[in-house]
């Protein structure tokens, strides 16, 4: 895992670069870093790809970005029709504004520039420059993740003068990338909806995409891939910040003899600073923006989504020894949102133990006395529910086998918590009062006490109910205004500081207690990005749960990222967890199946289930066990589009090849309106290697490797709203 929102004092990197060693081979090409003195060009390389920068005319211009060994992008011609450049000096991957001056290569002096040696197969690359009318200073640090094929960029602001300066925006990528016709895909989606995919055809001028809210995913997310028509690659990209951002896609018109698309386009993707207005740089101070990974690739959009996979795999998410393999669990939230009793547990835990969970967690409520929204942060047992406190249910728990876990809100405390009466100054504020969302404050992780708090209580926790699993959920929309210090000046950067903050407290408490699983959650989705989960373990992936609409879901989080870390569940026909008596045995299986495609859980009302009911979820438990070790570090192909999330019709089917693909999964679903069979052309299994299909309704028969990519797999389900599992392994 990479560091993140490290605190610098000097511009200057630590001794040792904070680069792990990637865990298994992808490509031959390892990450490296070169320079050519004699024509004072970069070369930063990952697996198959490299981004290559070159000194000229005083700047550092932008050669090059895409597939290995490509031609620079200044040697095409912008005169023939099928040109991919304008010809021009000085392409600068930084731009920004400050005090109103533009801060681009073609202003700032590169003072100096090293190369720093890593693990084996990892360097950074470290450029220093000077602004050449303002006392600011910037230091860009590029870093080759091994053969992943990704690329990481963070950039530091120092302030060299005697008074501050007023940055109104510098983004962590700036790319001006060839000129061509241009499909941009992202990710968007509120509340029960996100990650749905579109697809759009950039035109002339700006396509913008900008979160407010305070949570990253709230309706778009940090995330983008751009496909050029003419050079036949595309670029992808990754912003780890879990606060506010901006996205932009900037191309002007030209003349009626050269259309928009001879352009170049200006693609920026950074963080957002309080009001949308300016950063604050006091003198002497170091400012380190949001690092944003890149890649790119000639081949499709999974091989492009995989690479990013691969880094998230390797140096992003940290590995829990507890979580491996994948645990399955069973939450109390939908059968008992809000409320519930020691008897109800108990019950819930014996089911749950039956059919084949491996860790029980107590969702909220099992601390309120009235309302657990407005009584948050008062993390003691309800005695009326627990009258022997929570330590019976946990031992209870760890007896039948299972680990124990717990949910807490840690960055909020309600209206009516004790901790907030009496402890107002620790919130955020805006206009002097602490900012409110319904029942809801939000506490300040910059404040030392309030960290100091929030780590008193997991301590509790842990030690008095011996908790391995931690569920951390985030229910406020918090937005960009904020008070600042009242020693200080109003500087952009509140939430910016909060979040750091937090980030830091996670890698503490994961520091303490190693055995421990962290849960990421917020609303669901939305705040689910590449930042928190370099301090998480997993992530609950969305609150809508019934079935039909999940499959949307997972489709868009294995597309954006890897799939050993989206956690979803098995609840039922209703957002109560009911399972309706009428239901058939095939639709039961649908359900189960449609959150295996990440983290399996089950939170639905066991205690109602029929005998038939148990028996299937045991089997598909049974199932999930087989599949997860190959899930959890697979490449992810998705074999058809999207379903859509409200009436998905036709087939979906997602394809799993771990790093040897002598083993692979396809998991496919029939939906609404669909034919009886599909045929799936699969990928990435060794052409010459007879593989043997086998699914829940028997051994389906055996095809080369070339066969099934070339010709495909016929798969045939007798109704909609059904869903098979098929397992392919070489026989030799």
Known sequence: MNTKGDARKTLRPEPTLVCLLLLFPLHAALGEISYDPANRVWKVASGPIEYRLQQKRGGVSLEYFGPRGGAPWTAYDPKKLDHVERAQSVRSDLAGQVEGHDVDSTVLDLISHRILPGKPGIESLELVYQHRSLPLRIRAEYCAWGSTGVITRRLWMQNTGWSALHVQRLQSLSLALPAGQYDLTYLYGG??????????????????????????????????????????????????????????????????????????????????????????????????????????????????????????????????????????????????????????????????????????????????????????????????????????????????????????????????????????????????????RGARRQLDFAKPEVRQWARSVIDRL??????????????????????????????????????????????????????????????????????????????????????????????????????????????GDTEHGDVLPSDSPEWWDFMFRVPMNGQLGISSRVFTWNADLVRHAQQNVSVYKQLREIIVDADVFHLTPQPAHNDPTGWMAIQYVPTDPARSVLMAYRLGESKASEVFKLHRLKPDKNYRAESDLGTLGTWTGKELTHQGLRVTLDSPWRATVIRLQTLD
């Open 191 to 436: 509340w029960g909806q996100e990650r749905q995919v579109a697809n759009e055809t950039l035109g002339a001028g700006t396509r913008g995409f900008v979160s407010t809210s305070g949570r990253s995913t709230n309706d778009y997310s940090p995330w983008f891939v751009l496909n050029n028509h003419e050079l036949g690659v595309r670029y992808l990209a990754q912003f780890a910040y879990s606060g506010n951002w901006e996205m932009k896609f900037e191309r002007p018109p030209l003349t009626a003899d050269q259309p928009y698309w001879q352009n170049e386009l200006n693609v920026s993707l950074g963080m957002r600073f309080d009001y949308g207005g300016d950063l604050g740089l006091q003198p002497g101070r170091i400012f380190q923006l949001p690092e944003v990974a890149f890649t790119s690739s000639a081949l499709s959009l999974d091989d492009a989504a995989n690479q990013l996979h691969r880094y998230q795999r390797a140096f992003v998410v940290p590995r829990s020894s507890t979580n491996s393999p994948l645990l399955v669990q069973f939450n109390s939230w939908y059968p008992f949102p809000g409320k519930m009793t020691i008897s109800e547990m108990k019950r819930c835990a014996e089911l749950a133990a039956k059919l084949g969970a491996e860790v029980y967690v107590l969702d909220a409520g099992w601390y309120n006395k009235h309302d657990w929204g407005t009584e948050l942060g008062d993390y003691e047992a309800d005695r009326e529910a627990f009258p022997n406190g929570i330590e019976e249910l946990a031992n209870d728990v760890r007896k039948l086998g299972m680990k124990f876990g717990i949910w807490a809100e840690i960055e909020n405390v309600g209206m009516n918590s004790t901790v907030f009466r009496d402890h107002p100054d620790w919130c955020l504020r805006y206009d002097g009062k602490p900012i409110q």
């Open 462 to 571: 842990v030690h008095s109910y011996g908790v391995e699993w931690l569920k951390i959920d985030y229910n406020i929309e918090v937005g960009e205004q904020f008070d600042p210090p009242r020693t200080v000046q109003r500087e952009g950067d509140i939430l910016y500081r909060h979040l750091m903050s937090y980030y830091a407290w996670l890698d503490e408490l994961r520091a303490a207690y190693p055995g421990l699983v962290i849960e990421n959650c917020a609303s669901g989705g939305m705040r689910f990005d590449a930042g928190i989960m370099a301090h998480a373990h997993t992530t609950w992936l969305s609150d809508e749960v019934k079935p039909k609409p999940s499959v949307q879901l997972a489709y868009g989080c294995t597309l954006e990222f890897t799939p050993g870390i989206c956690n979803h569940w098995m609840v």
